[in-house]
């Protein structure tokens, strides 16, 4: 009995050690094809071609959404503002910052809807259907849109007016234009004003002054030649395209002069009248003071 039983350990003993020499049927670590390290099932990756739907799709909303709130670019059509920007220059707009409340500002490059039929002899391109949905999701300009770009000049509550040999003048300050189309006159193909721009507008021009409707030609429409802010898109910020005229559209150091501001004239008097209502008020307290104990 013990040999038998001795033979049957040493069988079973063998039996294990060859068990234990013997690979298993895995790959690396322990983990099959379809199985994760930690013995769960491993998740197959899908091909690239069936993500890319999907990555598409996020990239058109993404486009979207920054063409809606953010960023849009728009193509110029004309020679109105050269020589700022060129008839086939791409420039990007900031719709972002009228979200909050901005208006434009004096000096400003703006582009705005047709506020009252600016471009009624003007031509609408037909763009195929490619350059429909590209346009719509913000990937290329749109053609059909009438849209304007010009520089702002004044804004609501400024005075402008712009005699014939003289410069535009902005509340009674000359403004000294370098970006004006060499060879142009500040307005003498169009004197204009003196006009008060209303609450919610602005006054526009072009800086090819000599090849530009503006607003100087507008003003028997219904707005007066004044554009509504509700009609701005947004401020021009970038010469994006053609590269070699990339450049940023700043404001020109003629609006920031002393004085050309009607809110920053009338600051001092208005300062003044509120320094001195607490002596008024003073005063009369004593005077009443005096009158009573007498």
Known sequence: MSDVTDGTQSEQARAAESSAAEPEDVTDSGTDSGTDGTGGKRKSSRPFWK??????G???????????????????????????LQRGDRVLVDKLTPWFGSEPERGEVVVFHDPDGWLKDEPTPKPNAVQKFLSF??????????????RTIAVAGDTVECKKGGPVEVNGKALDEPYIFEGNSACDDMP??????????????????????????????????FVPVSQVVGRAVVVAWPVNRWSVLSVPGTFDQPGISAAAGAAPGVLGLAGAVPFVIRRRRRLTSGRTAG
Not at 75 to 81: H, K, L, V
């Open 51 to 56: 993500e890319l739907p999907l990555l598409i």
């Open 58 to 84: 996020i990239a058109l909303v993404l486009a979207l959404l920054i063409k809606t709130f953010l960023v849009q670019a728009f193509s110029i059509p004309s020679d109105s503002m050269q020589n700022t």
């Open 137 to 150: 999701v913000g990937l290329m300009p749109s053609a059909e849109e009438k849209d304007l770009i010009k």
């Open 192 to 225: 204009f004003g003196p006009f008060k721009v209303p609450d919610g507008k602005i006054w526009v021009m072009g800086d090819h002054r000599q090849d530009s409707s503006d607003s100087r030609y507008h003003t028997s429409d219904v707005n007066k030649g």
